[in-house]
Structure formats: structure tokens, C-alpha cells
């Protein structure tokens, strides 16, 4: 079975474990200008997501999303639900299924009870390079490996 992490936004992260083995790497981006004030916002490249995802696509695969960010800030949770919106129509056009999952679902089993976003970001990282070695220079560059422990929570309930 493959099984795709992601982490929802255009500051996020996705992972592909399967058969074939395991990919990492950065959500796609690309700078789009919004409105006639020449604003640049940052939005994820469902395209190239698309190609990504077809080319590491097997026949049982399932995909884990955490859910995107619903707090007070605006300027926050509107990037968050266009980015989490992409990437479900990208799952969507490619038939692949997928659970919309709570952070605190993977966090806990895999980093435990750490608090603050800050010591989250940095044990993501550390946990990743552990389990990940072979990746350590891509979740360093990232900065914390959570698509990665998604999928790899996620791969191991179900190869369980």
C-alpha cells in the first residue's frame, strides 16, 4: 500500500511511502499577483503537485491531509483553506482517497505530548532525520519533516 502525509499550506510539506519507497519533499508553489494592486500571494502548484502524485501513483494508494489551520487571524486562514482546497481537488481529479486528519492524531503517537508551535517545528525535524536519515539534508532545508511523519504514522496503522 502507498500512503501520502501532507501537510496542508504553501509553507507545508508532503510525503509518498510505498513500495517504490519513500519521496519528501516541499509543497509546490508558485507566486500568483491577486487584484489590480499587483498583491503577490503565494499558492500551491496543482499541476506539478498533480504530475508528482501521478508519477508515484499506485493501484492502493490513500492519502492523509491535516486539516488546515481555523483560527482568528485572517490573513492566515485564508491561505490556509485555498492551499487545503487545491490539494484535495488534486487528489480528486486523480482518484485517490483521502482522510482529512487532525494534527493532534499523528503528533502525539509519533512526537508526544510537546507544546508550542516552536518545540513542535523542531522536534518534527529531529524525529524525521532519526527515522529518515537518508533525508536529513531535505527536512533540514524544509525545516521539520511533517508530511513525512504523517505518512509514516499513517503506514503504520495500516501496514499494522
Known amino acids: 500500500m502507498t500512503i501520502i502525509g501532507i501537510d496542508n499550506g504553501t509553507s507545508?510539506?508532503?510525503a509518498i511511502i510505498g513500495p517504490n519507497g519513500v519521496v519528501f519533499d516541499e509543497m509546490p508553489i508558485k507566486d500568483s499577483l491577486l487584484g489590480k494592486a499587483g498583491k503577490h500571494i503565494k499558492r500551491i502548484d496543482v499541476p506539478k503537485f498533480m504530475d508528482i502524485l501521478?508519477?508515484?501513483k499506485e493501484k492502493d494508494i490513500f492519502a492523509y491531509v491535516e486539516r488546515p489551520?481555523?483560527?482568528q487571524f485572517l490573513n492566515a486562514v485564508l491561505p490556509a483553506q485555498?492551499?487545503?482546497e487545491a490539494v484535495l481537488i488534486a487528489l480528486e481529479l486523480l482518484r485517490i482517497g483521502y482522510e482529512v486528519v487532525d494534527s493532534k492524531t499523528w503528533q502525539v503517537?509519533?512526537?508526544g505530548q510537546i507544546k508550542g508551535s516552536s518545540e513542535l517545528k523542531k522536534a518534527s525535524m529531529l524525529r524525521g532525520c532519526q527515522m529518515y536519515p537518508k533525508l536529513t539534508s531535505a527536512i533540514k532545508?524544509?525545516?521539520d519533516a511533517d508530511g513525512l511523519?504523517?505518512?509514516h504514522h499513517f503506514a503504520q496503522i495500516k501496514c499494522a
Open 149 to 151: 511523519l504523517i505518512a
Open 109 to 111: 503517537p509519533v512526537l
Open 69 to 71: 489551520f481555523t483560527g
Open 54 to 56: 501521478a508519477h508515484n
Open 82 to 84: 485555498r492551499s487545503f
Open 12 to 14: 507545508g510539506s508532503f
Open 141 to 143: 532545508a524544509h525545516g
